[in-house]
């Protein structure tokens, strides 16, 4: 049997999608699959004509969040599940991860209708502003709680984001990611592939740059911000705290989801969560020649 399978992607990335996913579009055809790359905010896509829609590069959505949403209601069968990109694109998650006692990077959330009240910003150290909604670095900014221009900055960054409907959040800046880096846990099928370790995204002087620049979206200028990216073997400690995550997703689940990555920050306590990718993440299949295939066999089993 000849599985249909859409890639979804984004006007911008058109027509071949994320160049990280033609590993998976070669495996899928190797397995007699039919793949087309569509954008999913094309109207004249019929979605219901494919077997399965896997998402994958849908950048763009931050600053579409509602059409996205009905887009992926129209859907009628996608990887992941619908329900839980849903979930996943909106970081208020965090919250449930905490609450279950799970190590999250801690975070404040400033919903946008109290924005017009008096915003507690830290009083000492480093701390990032992001916004709940949003991908690739976008719209993220670091600032300095010691210098008073970059409180104002924080402060107004904070604003922006309330002023466009967006949740801001507030993180303590995890300092060591300077030197260690980020570490990106892929799992597929809910078993652990391959990691890669990404370079610090926010250098010092990042708080620097205007809140206007930091509180853009990807739609302003670019769908992400360029990263430097070095396959790793991740210590036993971050597997373990990264498993973790992935059995609290599973939980009650018939099967396992079929891709997630966990990304976590280096901190004095063991790794911390700074996200979790369930919905469109980059897999970072070109660091792995085996794991394009197998992502590509599980995607075929779970049709047949």
Not at 25 to 51: C, E, K, M, T
Not at 163 to 180: E, F, H, K, M, N
């Amino acid at each position: 049997m000849t599985h249909r399978i859409a890639l979804a992607s984004c006007d911008r990335l058109l027509p071949v999608g994320d160049e990280g996913d033609l590993p998976l579009i070669a495996a899928l055809q190797a397995r007699g699959a039919q793949v087309q790359v569509h954008s999913w905010s094309d109207p004249h896509v019929d979605w219901a004509a494919f077997d399965a829609t896997v998402i994958r590069s849908t950048w763009d959505y931050p600053s579409l969040h509602r059409e996205f949403l009905a887009w992926l209601r129209r859907v009628p069968r996608t990887f992941n599940p619908a329900e839980v990109v849903a979930d996943n694109i909106d970081k208020l998650y965090l919250a449930e991860l905490t609450r279950a006692g799970l190590p999250v990077v801690p975070t404040v959330f400033i919903e946008p209708a109290s924005t017009g009240s008096p915003t507690e910003l830290p009083t000492v150290g480093e701390y990032v502003i992001k916004p709940s909604v949003g991908g690739g670095s976008m719209g993220v900014g670091r600032y300095n709680a010691g210098i008073p221009a970059d409180q104002e900055r924080g402060l107004q960054h904070v604003r922006e984001l309330g002023q466009r409907g967006i949740t801001a959040l507030l993180q303590p800046y995890q300092s060591a990611v300077d030197r260690d880096g980020e570490t990106a846990l892929i799992f597929i099928d809910g078993e652990f592939s391959h990691a890669v370790r990404k370079a610090a995204m926010l250098p010092e002087g990042a708080s620097a740059a205007s809140a206007a620049s930091a509180a853009s979206t990807a739609s302003d200028s670019e769908l992400y911000r360029p990263e430097k990216i070095e396959p790793i073997t991740p210590s036993a400690i971050e597997l373990d705290v990264a498993r973790r995550f992935v059995d609290h997703f599973n939980h009650g689940r018939v099967e396992p989801l079929l891709y997630a990555r966990i990304d976590l920050l280096p901190a004095a306590a063991g790794p911390l969560l700074v996200e979790a990718e369930l919905s469109e993440p980059s897999l970072f299949l070109d660091h792995c020649p085996q794991a394009a295939g197998r992502l590509a066999a599980s995607i075929t089993r779970r049709l047949s």
